[in-house]
């Protein structure tokens, strides 16, 4: 089957990283997605893994481990900004190429 | 490009009326998604179109709801009738293409209340 398990809520200070976590288990992965989402918004993209390793973009980071269906998202220099939801999206090639999201992660940020 | 464009942003409406969402993609993408999004389930994709054709409306509830894209342009999703327990927060979103690391974009949402 189909599972995304990610943490449902997390807090961190301004200033520091906190690595958000997200596990999946699909049979035709085709690459994950994390996804930004403030209170009342709509999500926005941040990052998209297929091979394994580490992708860097400024304070952002995403790992991918595909041997271990494993992820993370890394956000260093907390700011208050940061306070949102994080959606862990996987990409299923056998699933009309689909995305499955996750239930997401609430990050709290605080001074 | 505005980006992708929902009405209304926000939606009252009795049980057992009809609701019209809407929506207008990113010109030039080929696929559109409809999502509904509730602290129980997160986000769930209901139905998808490529090309205006709907590809696989699965996750379509049940026969109270129906989605058409008349052209490319433009996609409306109706619940009729409307049930409180379809209370929740609508996206719309498009992409460009269906596989590697292309990306949905967003619409701003039609939170939608039935009362």
């Known amino acids: 089957g189909q599972n995304i398990d990610q943490p449902t809520e997390m807090t961190a200070t301004e200033g520091a990283i906190v690595q958000i976590n997200c596990t999946y288990q699909?049979?035709?992965?085709?690459?994950l997605f994390w996804y930004q989402q403030h209170a009342g918004e709509a999500p926005t993209f941040l990052s998209y893994?297929?091979l394994d390793g580490l992708e860097e973009k400024g304070r952002f980071s995403s790992f991918l481990s595909r041997s271990k269906g494993y992820s993370y998202l890394l956000l260093k220099e907390l700011q208050m900004k940061d306070s949102a939801s994080y959606l862990c999206?996987?990409?299923?090639?056998?699933?009309?190429?689909?995305?499955?999201w996750g239930a997401g992660t609430k990050l709290i940020i605080k001074p | 490009d505005a980006g992708v464009i929902q009405s209304p942003r926000h939606e009252v409406t009795e049980m057992g009326q009809e609701v019209t969402l809407r929506c207008k993609p990113i010109?030039?993408?080929?696929?559109l998604f409809w999502y509904r999004q509730t602290m129980m389930r997160g986000l769930e994709l209901l139905i998808y179109?490529?090309?205006?054709?709907?590809?696989?409306d699965s996750g379509m509830p049940e026969d109270r709801f129906s989605a058409k894209m008349p052209n490319a342009s433009f996609s409306t999703l109706k619940i009729q009738p409307s049930e409180p327990r379809d209370s929740a927060v609508y996206f719309c979103?498009?992409?460009?293409?269906?596989?590697?690391?292309?990306?949905?974009?967003f619409g701003q949402g039609t939170r939608l209340t039935v009362v």
């Open positions: 893994n297929v």
């Open positions: 999206a996987v990409r299923d090639r056998y699933g009309n190429y689909q995305l499955i």
């Open positions: 010109s030039g993408h080929d696929y």
């Open positions: 699909t049979s035709g992965f085709n690459g």
């Open positions: 979103a498009s992409s460009s293409g269906a596989g590697g690391n292309t990306e949905a974009f």
């Open positions: 179109f490529n090309n205006n054709v709907p590809i696989d």
